[in-house]
């Protein structure tokens, strides 16, 4: 299965980046979000990560341009929804909202058409189950930032057929990704070994064992990890982190995936991390 056209659900970081990898590897991508100032706010996003290709020699003005007339904006889903080869949403980590999307996906995309889901930890196998197609339910998780991330995790759920993770392992490739093939369980691989790493960091710093500069020290000196956990934290948002923490809580009922009362107390404040401009760090200028 070729898969040429491609729709986006949801404009915002992870969805606007893999509009933007789609777009710039020759898809033709259509960019949905439910108010049209989120769509705006995403291709200015884009525009600019695109535009900072360019000043680095990594990207012609040219194949900018290029990349741009591949994306279209989509304010009414049902219109959107009814060509495409392939659709993705990514939208916030929350099932509720997930399954509608995948209801609504289902009922206006031909059945032809594979639906993908960019979650981090949640059951693909019970989004399956919302859909009258469940063969051609996939998860499909890229990591942020998207256009710079080289990994993403193709999730199978229980009835995901063959033909659907053989077509999306293609996409993945041609979109200039590496595929790596999981089984569906919370939170899959990478956030299973990588969150509660982040969680047991927060556990450190609300025990006083350190400092948050000098937990993040430890890791980046010591294993050699490009970033701390709490500056990843901060990265990825620390609402996604307890998001993540309580399905592997809520999945395998062990104590060692409690989340942090620190990170829920940071989350009930406000401080998300750099979306919010506070979280373990300061961001606000």
Not at 153 to 161: F, M, N, R, V
């Amino acid at each position: 299965m070729d898969i040429k056209k491609l729709l986006v659900v949801g404009a915002g970081l992870m969805g606007g980046g893999i509009a933007q990898v789609a777009a710039c590897n020759g898809c033709k991508v259509l960019l949905y979000d439910v108010k049209e100032e989120f769509i705006e706010r995403g291709l200015a996003a884009i525009i600019k990560s695109l535009a900072a290709f360019v000043a680095k020699g990594k990207m012609t003005e040219e194949a900018k341009t290029a990349a741009l007339a591949n994306i279209s904006k989509a304010t009414d889903l049902a219109a959107a929804a009814k060509e495409v080869d392939f659709a993705i949403e990514a939208v916030p980590e929350v099932f509720a909202i997930k399954e509608g999307v995948f209801q609504s996906l289902d009922k206006y995309c031909p059945p032809r058409t594979i639906i993908a889901s960019n979650t981090s930890s949640l059951s693909i196998s019970k989004l399956a189950a919302v859909t009258g197609r469940p063969g051609k339910v996939i998860g499909m998780h890229f990591f942020s930032p998207v256009p710079y991330m080289q990994l993403v995790e193709l999730i199978k759920g229980l009835a995901t057929s063959a033909e659907t993770f053989a077509a999306t392992e293609k996409l993945a490739r041609e979109l200039q990704k590496t595929p790596v093939a999981v089984e569906d369980y919370p939170g899959f691989a990478a956030n299973r070994i990588v969150v509660p790493m982040i969680n047991e960091a927060v556990y450190a710093l609300m025990e006083g064992v350190a400092s948050s500069e000098d937990i993040d020290t430890v890791c980046k000196l010591g294993y050699n990890h490009p970033l701390g956990p709490l500056q990843l934290a901060d990265l990825i948002g620390l609402d996604v982190l307890l998001n993540v923490m309580e399905v592997l809580y809520e999945g395998y009922g062990d104590s060692k995936y409690r989340p942090c009362p620190l990170l829920k107390k940071y989350v009930a404040a406000g401080w998300l991390g750099r979306k919010s401009g506070r979280g373990f760090y300061s961001y606000e200028k």
